[in-house]
Structure formats: C-alpha cells, structure tokens
C-alpha cells in the first residue's frame, strides 16, 4: 500500500509538471512519428525515385532524393525522430549507403511491433523474436556473400549502384571509375582504408560532371610566394617544413629591441640576414627545389629561393599540408636542420592553376601516393556540391567493401532472400516469439515492394512473381527499376556491400527495440514552452 501511494503521488507530481503520455500510448506516439518520417522518404527509393524540394528557414532551397540531404534539412523536433535522423546520418557517414533502407525497415518493425503489442504480446517477447531474426538474417548474408577479391569490376559495380539514378549513365561509369582508382589508390596493406583524410575534394565552378577528375597528389589552395619564382616544376623534390623561416617581431611579452642609431640599425639587418643564409643553406644542401611550409619565411630567404628557381610556398592549409606529406612522400620537419634528401617528397609535376578568380598549386604524379584529390567541376556550386557528397557516398561504399571484402545482390534481391529464410526459421521456433519473427520477415519485404512501386511496376504482381522466384532458389532475382522486369541482380552488376546491409539490419533492430521499451513519456514545463516556441 505504501509503494503504490507513493507511486501515486510521483505520477501527480509529474502530472502538475508536465505533459505526460503512459503505456501503449507513448509507444504509439513514438511509432507514428517513425513512420511519418520514413513516409517522407519512402517514393525517393532506387533509381527511378522522386526527388524533394527543401526550404530551410533562411530560404535556401535544395532539390534532392538523398535520405541525408532531406533529413537534414527537416525540422523535426520529436526526440525519436531526432534519433533516428541522426542514425541514419550516421550510418550513411560511416557506410556511404544504406540510410533509407534503415529508415524503412525502422519504420516497419516499429509499426508491426505496435501491432503484436496490441495483440497482447510482451514487449519483451517481440524484442527477443526480433533480435533472433536478425541474428539469422546476418548469418545468412554471411552464407550468400560474394567474396570481392579486389576484383575491380565488383568495386565498380558497387560504386555503380550508389550512384544509381543520381546522373546519365555515361556520368554515372565516370564517376565510379574515379571512386574505384581513388579508394584502390589510398587503400593502405593493413586493409585500412580512411576516406575522409586521405581524399581532398576541390569544387569548381564551370565546366560538366565529366570534367571531374582524379589526381594523383594534392591542390594547395595558395599562389607560389614570388612571381620571380618558377611557375612549373618537373621532378619535384619537395620540402615540407614546419617552421618559422622569419625572426618574430618583437611584442609587449618578448626582450624589447631598441634601435637608437643607424649601426644598430645594420646591425639588426645583417643578424636577420646571416638568419636567412643559415635557414637557406640547409634547403639548398637537401637538394630541395619546392619549399611548402605552414608558417611564413623572411624576405631574404624568399629571394634566395627564387634567385636558386625553388618554388615556394608559405602558409598552407594545415590540412592540405598533411595531406601533401601524405601524396608525395615527405617527412614535415619541425627543425629545419633535420632537413635532408631523405627527408623529401616528390612529384612528377608541380604547377600552378587558375580556377575561376583563384589560383592554386597543383602537385601531381606522386610516387605511390596514400591521398589523392578529386577535382570536383560542374555548371554551378549546387551541382559541385552534389557532385562532391555523392562521389564520397560512393566512395565510402567502395571502401567498406574492399575492407570486408564481401558484397550481395541489391534490386531487394537480398531483402527477399532474407525474409525466406527467417519464416522457413520462424516455424520451427517454439512459443510467440516465432509471431514476432515471422513480422521481421515481412518488414523486409517493404523493400522490394517500394522499388517496384516508385519504378512503375505493379507492386503486388512484382512482388509475388519474385517470392515464386526465390521459392524456387533464384538467389539474387531482383527488381530492375531501369529496365522494369525481374533478373539476376548479381549478373546484372547491382551490388552492395554485405556489412552496409549487416549494420543496418542490427542498427534498425536496436533502435526499434528501445522504442518498444517505452512505458512513458514525460514533457516538462519548460519542453512544452520551447515545443510551443518552435510552432
């Protein structure tokens, strides 16, 4: 009696507090709004999907069918929806694919959760049949998987099918060929693979998509220091250093200089220029003929380097300065006296570049390069944006499958695949978590079915001639949207990477399941504030 009156009064408290939803309505709450989302998505799957126009609050617009692109720009302010925004980001950052389908499959299992609930079912049940069917789904993508190999045409089709539906086809093999050459380029024997850091992208304005292109190096977004200077370098040997060329000038914190006559005066100039022939003496005696340093050099050295036909470059991006020790080879040298010829890196070709009002240096033709950059062109800044987060889309998915090595048939051949096998398993599992697998079954079958849909094609005729089909063990019979008909995904060259479709079956089924934990949902005063604010 005790416990239940003092579960009353913190349930009146919360009550005066807050608004407050108990029970399957909290849970209900948070299904819908999952489901909402991924209504939003659900007509921009696959290549023939519709793209959405998004005005933020500042008036910016974009046009887009990308789950990222759209969910970003959404203002959503249900806590769930945030996490499940975030999630699929997440997941796209990490894999380069897949956040729509986790989206989708999020959506569904939730839904058909709600409806086991209502049936009578424990939450835990259902959340103990769903972890079960998940578990054998990834075994049986284990089992399916077609080992990669480095077989560049499996990477190419991989690159492919991310690309799907975004350009011409004619872009389209353009593009993957540059994901392919760069991923294969930076891969690392280890099998680490870091596209992030080891692929600069550099967007400009003018030209088509098919003007993009791989380069062996890095771009310094910077003029060479001196006209004087060579604007073109074969065979570069190039320095990097990470050091003041220069004497500070004095400050309020430094010994204080006083000048009173015009010998200390020469006395001064002839310090900074026994500085400058020392700090060059070392650059000359390592048989450097390109100088890149982040910080800046003194007047002395910048003439010496000219009058020697060095080609120099100060204050560099710290970021394209690591990727340039990277490209070409060189060690950053924090002392200048550490400097020597086995310190250099090299370049076949260093030149500078004018691209629209800017110039740049271009190093290119490195020696056995571990970071490339893309050379991102396009008729206006929107379109080398998109350029840029899809060639990265693609290339994430490169990687993942030449780090794990296995790939599967896409189209919803995999999906179907997966969603056969758990119900024959379902059935032969005792007690009402066999309902809750048999649900996660048909949750992959979503799938499929949207593809057929958005492409034009009778959903439910599609979808049943491809259950006969993989009744019949036709593995990797899936939907092809271009040509819409069924055919063999795997021959036809549409792949995606095994462990994309594993994290996201273990992520949507994780995520699913806190939703079903919830027993209620809690408001405070001042989230009602904010929540009405934001109306």
């Known amino acids: 009696m005790g416990d239940s009156g003092s579960r009353d009064k913190v349930q009146e408290m919360l009550a005066k507090m807050a ?12 299904v819908y709004t999952v489901v909402a989302i991924a209504d939003i998505l659900k007509n921009s799957l696959g290549p023939k999907g519709m793209s959405k126009l998004i005005i933020d609050r500042y008036d910016n617009f ?22 499940l925004v975030n999630l699929g980001k997440t997941h796209v950052r990490t894999q380069g694919d897949g956040g729509k389908i986790i989206v989708f499959l999020a959506a569904e299992l939730a839904k058909r959760g709600l409806k086991l609930v209502n049936e009578g079912l424990h939450p835990s049940v259902i959340i103990s ?9 990834t075994n049986r993508i284990d089992e399916l998987s077609i080992h990669v190999n480095g077989k560049k045409a499996l990477l190419k089709s991989v690159a492919n099918t991310s690309l799907s539906g975004k350009f011409s086809k004619r872009v389209e093999n353009h593009l993957s060929d540059i994901a392919v050459e760069a991923v294969s380029t930076i891969a690392e024997e280890e099998g680490l693979i870091n596209v992030r850091d080891r692929v600069q992208f550099v967007k400009k304005e003018g030209g088509g998509i098919m003007d993009t292109e791989l380069i062996h190096g890095v771009i310094i977004s910077k003029e060479i220091l001196s006209p004087k200077m060579p604007r073109r370098v074969m065979d570069a040997r190039i320095a990097l250093l990470d050091e003041k060329l220069y004497l500070e000038k004095p400050t309020e914190r430094s010994v204080e200089l006083q000048i009173n006559t015009p010998e200390d005066l020469d006395g001064y100039l002839e310090e900074k220029r026994k500085f400058g022939e020392r700090k060059f003496s070392y650059i000359k005696k390592s048989g450097a003929n390109v100088v890149v340093t982040e910080k800046g050099i003194d007047k002395f050295i910048e003439q010496s380097l000219s009058k020697n036909k060095i080609l120099g470059i100060r204050r560099a991006k710290p970021e394209e300065f690591k990727l340039l020790s990277k490209a070409c080879g060189a060690k950053i ?40 950059v893309v050379l991102v062109r396009g008729g206006s800044w ?39 096998h758990i119900r024959k398993t379902a059935y032969s599992v005792e007690g009402k978590k066999q309902l809750a697998m048999v649900e996660f079954a048909s949750a992959l079958e979503l799938v499929p079915r949207i593809l057929a849909s958005n492409a034009g094609m009778d959903e439910i005729d599609t979808f049943l001639e491809l259950r006969s089909k993989h009744s ?52 405070s005063k001042m989230g009602l504030k904010k929540r009405d604010q934001a109306k």
Not at 405 to 420: D, F, M, P, Q, S
């Open 333 to 372: 040298c924090s002392k200048i006296e550490d400097l020597g010829e086995e310190n250099l890196g090299y370049a076949k070709l260093v030149e500078e570049r004018r691209g629209g009002r800017d110039k740049y240096v271009l190093f290119s033709c490195c020696r056995d390069p571990k970071a490339v």
């Open 19 to 30: 608004e407050h939803l108990k029970g399957i309505d909290a849970v209900k709450n948070c």
């Open 62 to 83: 974009v046009v887009s069918n990308d789950a990222v692109t759209i969910l970003r720009d959404l203002d959503i302010q249900h806590p769930i929806g945030e996490m």
């Open 382 to 420: 929107y379109i080398c944006e998109e350029v840029e987060r899809l060639l990265r889309n693609a290339m994430m998915a490169v990687s993942v499958a030449m780090t794990h090595r296995k790939v599967v048939g896409g189209g919803g051949a995999i999906e179907l695949e997966l969603a056969k």
């Open 129 to 137: 049949g769903y972890y079960a069917a998940c578990e054998e789904a």
């Open 472 to 523: 019949g063990n036709q593995n990797w019979i899936g939907v092809d949207v271009e040509n819409k008909k069924l055919r063999d995904m795997a021959e036809y060259g549409v792949l995606e990477p095994s462990y994309v479709k594993i994290k996201s079956l273990k992520s949507a089924t994780e995520f699913v399941s806190s939703i079903l934990k919830v027993d209620g949902m809690y408001i």
